[in-house]
């Protein structure tokens, strides 16, 4: 007995395994256009597994890629005759449209619309049967319809999808809000098919088709979903300030969590708008009842403060620091808070020996293992301005000892290779950089390369390095924060060396130092010069990117931002820069931002 089970199951097994390689074996004959060889193997597969429907269905779609439209229709007639189903009756109606018999085909397209009036358990079937045509309009009817015979029944987003793809964005918007109202967890694939039809321009009409929607549901039901994504949308607007009052009106209602307004605060930031950042940051620490989010604003707005500090605002920035340790103390977790300020000390105060008194006291406090290596690297990078290469060097070594294999650790290594080239070890540096070309961190990967490139194109052209060795010195004035000093050394590799390897290097270095200085005209002159002599150099997208980004966000000149994001998108598609140049040369033209 068990033996005649086992033979029946090896049987089936076989069948199953023949007939999967049959329907694979016409499939290929269909994809390739080959219909003859198809259209056999799916009558055998028909005759076969007799009744199966999808074989069917395939037979009728080879015949009529055939324009064999008569077999087509007797074959489903065979089967209308037995039984009625309404997605035959769909095929046979389209079978008509092809033979342009349209009356015939409304008739039979009307019956399975018809059909769900007894029958509304059938809606999706009958919708899905005519999405499957690319008859939009009677899909979007049986849906509606089957909504209204069976009103528990929510076809809301399959609606919005088939109004999006015939353009009515304004129905689309309408469903999608609907169906967020009884499933809000939606939301988040609803931005994203907003996105195709939103730009950054607040005027623009689905711009305002999608507001006006919103603040309608806002008024007649003010759920937080409505708040946030109204306030999604100002976003995509770049619109800070209004999203700022959503979020606010959101917190107000529902005072939960800070961080979505964080989160606002940070892309603003990023985005380059300071003054909505700093006030969205200061009503963070208005209503911030805990400790870490009143030291993580603090520390946005001291960042915000630095940003655009001249000299004479040092005073007031440090005596906030100081107020800020009276308040917090200096703990563990005002970690942060102190590395920013001795980072201040060191580089902006030029303070470094009351910066490294500062950082060996908090290296007494109880870290964990990563923070106190984290203290270490900023000692060592202000041993470094103090030209104390070797006590860096040793502090950079423990850290990558101490921490192996982590991002922390290929940083130190980085840094030992960049202290080695300030010091003129250029062998050294070299030799530490062959090896971080393979870092987890493509950042520090991508540092690494570009500035062993710098070593190898330049070490064999002189032999007394001297270009090599004044570029070192300007890359460290730099790192010192002593910016003017390092332009004017660049200035004289620039004047003295031209015509040797290094001289986009330079243009580019002292570029990016004289955008720091707000000097962003002699900026422009330079990244030109290197797009004019050197465009088919390494540095061409680095300039491309730098000059869009001015032309961006210091100028507002939104043509010239686009050509320079678009040469980049059309002449370096390998360049680190191509997918933030893609996403902010559609934000200009008025795409999705996604």
């Keep these: 007995m068990l033996r005649h089970i086992i033979l029946i199951l090896f049987t089936l097994f076989g069948l199953s395994t023949a007939m999967a390689q049959s329907e694979a074996l016409a499939e290929d004959y269909f994809n390739r256009g080959e219909f003859e060889k198809a259209l056999i193997t799916y009558e055998k597969l028909y005759t076969t597994e007799r009744g199966a429907s999808k074989y069917l269905f395939k037979i009728v779609e080879t015949l009529q890629q055939m324009e064999r439209y008569g077999e087509a229709k007797d074959k489903l007639n065979e089967i209308l005759s037995r039984f009625y189903s309404p997605t035959y009756a769909i095929e046979m109606g389209y079978n008509y449209q092809l033979m342009d018999s349209l009356q015939l085909a409304n008739e039979y397209y009307e019956s399975a619309i018809q059909y769900i009036e007894e029958k509304p358990n059938f809606t999706y079937t009958v919708a899905r049967s005519f999405e499957d045509k690319a008859l939009i309009d009677n899909a979007i009817r049986v849906y509606k319809r089957g909504m209204e015979l069976q009103p528990e029944k929510n076809y809301n987003m399959q609606l919005a999808r088939l109004y999006g793809d015939i353009g009515d964005v304004e129905s689309m918007f309408s469903n999608y809000l609907d169906y967020i109202e009884v499933n809000p967890s939606f939301i988040y694939n609803a931005k994203r098919a907003f996105n195709d039809f939103l730009s950054e321009d607040s005027n623009g009409p689905n711009n305002l088709m999608l507001r006006k929607q919103l603040l309608k549901k806002l008024q007649t039901s003010p759920d937080p979903f409505w708040y946030e994504l109204l306030s999604w949308q100002y976003i995509q607007e770049k619109d800070y300030k209004k999203s700022f009052l959503q979020e606010k009106a959101l917190y107000m209602r529902f005072p939960e969590s800070l961080d979505r307004l964080t989160e606002l605060a940070v892309i603003a930031l990023d985005d380059h708008d300071y003054n909505v950042s700093k006030e969205i940051f200061t009503y963070v620490l208005q209503q911030a009842q805990d400790i870490d989010t009143q030291l993580l604003a603090h520390q946005y707005l001291l960042d915000i403060g630095l940003e655009n500090a001249t000299k004479k605002d040092y005073n007031n920035l440090q005596t906030k620091y100081l107020d800020l340790f009276e308040r917090y103390g200096k703990t563990p977790q005002t970690l942060a808070l102190q ?97 971080l070309k393979a870092a987890t961190s493509q950042l520090i990967a991508n540092d690494a390369v570009e500035l062993k490139l710098l070593i190898s194109d330049n070490k064999y052209e002189d032999s007394t390095l001297t270009a090599l060795k004044l570029y070192s010195k300007a890359d460290l004035l730099a790192f010192k924060n002593n910016n003017i000093e390092a332009i004017a050394i660049l200035d004289k590799i620039l004047s003295d060396h031209r015509g040797e390897s290094i001289i986009d290097e330079a243009l580019y270095k002292q570029a990016l130092l004289l955008e720091k200085e707000k000097q962003y005209e002699k900026a422009i002159a330079n990244y030109q010069e290197i797009l004019k002599d050197y465009r088919d150099e390494i540095l061409a997208d680095d300039a491309y990117f730098r000059l869009a980004e001015i032309y961006n966000y210091i100028y507002n000149d939104t043509q010239l931002a686009k050509e320079h994001y678009e040469a980049i998108i059309f002449n370096h598609q390998d360049s680190i820069y191509f997918v933030e140049a893609r996403k902010k040369f559609r934000q200009l033209r008025g795409d999705d931002v996604n």
């Excluded at 908090?362 to 106190?372: I, R, S």
């Excluded at 470094?384 to 000892?401: G, M």
Aim: charged share 20%; net charge neutral; hydrophobic share 45%.
């Design 339 to 435: 590395l920013s300020y001795a980072r201040f000390l060191a580089f902006n105060l030029q303070e470094t020996q009351e910066a490294t008194g500062f950082l060996k006291n908090t290296l007494t406090l109880n870290l964990a293992p990563f923070q106190e290596n984290t203290v270490k690297m900023l000692m060592a990078d202000i041993l470094v301005i103090q030209e104390k290469f070797n006590e860096a060097l040793i502090y950079y070594t423990q850290i990558q000892n101490n921490l192996k294999n982590s991002t922390l650790a290929q940083e130190a290594r980085f840094k030992v290779a960049k202290t080695s080239f300030y010091k003129g070890d250029f062998e050294w540096a070299e030799s530490q950089l062959k090896i």
